[in-house]
Structure formats: C-alpha cells, structure tokens
C-alpha cells in the first residue's frame, strides 16, 4: 500500500458526540442555567443539614413549645416570648432575629419555636412533596400520553376523556377539594392505608392534578412519532409493540419529560404551599414553608420576618427552577440553534 492511500489512526475523525453529550455541553455553557441549578444544590443540601442545625447551632427543638423559654442576647437572658410592645403592656410578642448565626437566627414564633430550625426542616417537607408529586405526575403522564397517542382507538378516547375530566377543573380548586376530603377521612383502599398526617396524601393529591398538563402534551408528541418513517417501518416487519414503545417511542419522550420536569417542581411547591397555608396540606406536627407561613400570618406587623423568610425561599426555589428549566429547554430542543 502506498503513501498516498495508507490510512493512518490520525486521519480518521473522532466520532460526533450524542445528543446528550451535547444537550449537556451547551446546558454547562448556559451561565444563567448553572447558576440556578447551583442554588438548588445549595437549599437542598441546607435543608438536608436540618438536625445538625437544629441541634449542634441552635440547641432547640423546632417541633416543641418553649412558651417559658430564655435566651442569651447582648450578654444577657432575654425571655424567648416576652412582653408585647404596646402602652397597656398586654399579650406577649416573640424574640426578633438576631441575624447572627445561633439560637433564634431569625427569631421566634408565637409559640416560641426557633423560625430558623423550621425553615430548614419545613424545606425539607416542601422539597420531598414537591419532587416525589413530580415524579408520580411525570410517571402517570408518560404512561397515559404514550398509550393514548401509540395505540389510538378506544384507548385513546378513554385516556382523553380521562384527562379532559381531570382539565375541566380548575387546578387549585380540585387539589383544595381532594385534600379537605382526604384530610378528613384519609385513604383506606383494601391495602392500601394513609392517614391525614401521611406525607404521601398531599404528594398523591399534587401529583395527580398536574398530570393532564404533561400528558396532553406527551400525547401529541406520541402521535407524530407513531407516523415517522422508523416507527412505520418496525410495525412493517412486525416488531412487537413493547419493544417499539421501549426503544422508538420513550427515548424521543424522555427529553420532553426532562424539561416538564423542574416546571412541573415548581408548580408543585407552589401548590403545597398553598394547601399548608390553608392548613390542608403538610399536617401537625410536621412542617413546611407553607406551614410556616400560616403561622407567622398573625404576627406580621411585629414580627413580619416569620412569614417573609419562607416566603422568600420559596420565591427563589421556584425562580431558579424555572431558569433550569428553561436551560433545559433551550439544551434539548434541536430547534434552540435557530433562535440562538
């Protein structure tokens, strides 16, 4: 073999990079995107650390009373519920944050529970509620959406008229619905037992309302796949209809399912925050920011930080979830390089 046509290892091209290798390169280069994906990281790994806070920095017990209780402020013991700020000196008003980090960081409650230690340990619940109702949500979503739009026929029209009943009510009213029923008796379905202090009740509630705004959706998506030419040409040679739907189908669907993701998230802290503050969510004794938020409701022109602090958390939760998601969308979307 001559020179001219000898190939050599240095001439051959090294292979493309796959579509998420490179989904996942242009997500790293999208500032905005990494930023919000960092403060994720950061509140969940400050909710993780709750108990070491709780015991190790402010010495109390988030869940407990400590109506009589006295704290060291300013080189002195100050009572943590004393006397209220008003002329005739009548009912008591909670300590005021002392913005260092310590015992009553952000202050105290009205039954004098450090509102530091429950907003780590109520972002925990918010955090759990607000995923696991994502992931049943996207679950039941791709399910529905892929038989509706893979198989057509009656099975379509039964998901569709199943989704359409679910859509026909406004979402926060039929979540408020399902949870002052469900709070009040529970869920007891042969085996199946959850009573009103189960977390699982509202993380089944939130999950389900959200599923027809993903899987309507995963459907349209389905039935443009179930026309493409590879599709057509597995059922030709009569490919069973698992490994079509497992192999053709799911892997399309999964991008999809990657970008509903944090926005579904998202909807789902804002909807449990809403149910707790209604005080049809996250039962006593457990909390979270809705939870929280609820309390601090009647001590916010003296104490205003217990209502804004888990405010504010849930805010920027939310805000960088959506930024993530829209990274997302921009890294999995073959059709961003024509907007960018």
């Known amino acids: 073999m001559s020179q001219a046509t000898e190939l050599r290892i240095d001439d051959i091209a090294p292979p493309a990079p796959g579509y998420w290798a490179t989904a996942m390169r242009k997500l790293r280069r999208d500032g905005a995107a990494m930023t919000a994906l960092a403060t994720l990281i950061v509140i969940i790994l400050l909710c993780a650390a709750a108990p070491l806070y709780a015991r190790d920095i402010a010495h109390t017990n988030p869940f407990e009373s400590n109506l009589s209780g006295t704290v060291l402020r300013h080189g002195k013991m100050v009572e943590v519920l004393g006397a209220a700020h008003n002329p005739l000196r009548l009912g008591v008003e909670p300590i005021g944050p002392s913005w260092k980090l310590g015992p009553y960081m952000l202050g105290a409650d009205g039954q004098g529970r450090d509102v530091a230690a429950r907003m780590l340990y109520g972002g925990r619940n918010s955090l ?8 049943i949500c996207l679950v039941l979503a791709a399910l529905t959406g892929i038989l509706a739009g893979f198989f057509g026929g009656w099975t379509d029209r039964a998901i569709s008229w199943l989704l359409d009943a679910l ?15 469900l709070i009040a008796h529970g869920i007891d379905i ?9 977390l699982a009740l509202p993380i089944t509630i939130i999950g389900v309302i959200y599923v027809p705004y993903v899987a309507r959706p995963v ?3 389905v039935l443009g796949l179930r026309q493409s030419e590879y599709v057509l040409a597995a059922i030709g ?6 490994r079509i739907l497992w192999f053709d189908i799911l892997p399309n669907v999964i991008s999809s399912l990657v970008v509903f993701a944090p926005l579904i998230v998202a909807l789902d802290m804002l909807t449990e925050a809403a149910l707790s503050f209604l005080s049809i969510g996250v039962q006593p004794p457990a909390a979270s920011w809705g939870t929280i938020i609820h309390n601090g409701e009647s001590l916010i022109y003296t104490r205003p930080i217990v ?12 805000l960088a979830l959506n930024i993530l998601g829209d990274g997302l969308r921009d890294a999995l979307d073959p059709r961003a390089k024509l907007r960018n």
Do not use: E, H, K
């Not at 859509?167 to 029923?181: G, N, Q, T, Y």
């Not at 040679?237 to 698992?242: D, V």
């Open 128 to 135: 759990l509620v607000s995923f696991a109702a994502a992931v």
């Open 167 to 181: 859509w026909a009510f406004p979402v926060f009213l039929l979540a408020i619905s399902l949870s002052v029923v």
């Open 190 to 198: 042969g085996p199946i037992r959850l009573d009103a202090s189960s």
């Open 219 to 221: 459907r349209g998506l």
């Open 237 to 242: 040679i009569g490919a069973p209809s698992w």
């Open 307 to 318: 209502a804004i602090a888990p405010g504010l958390a849930i805010v920027i939760t939310v």
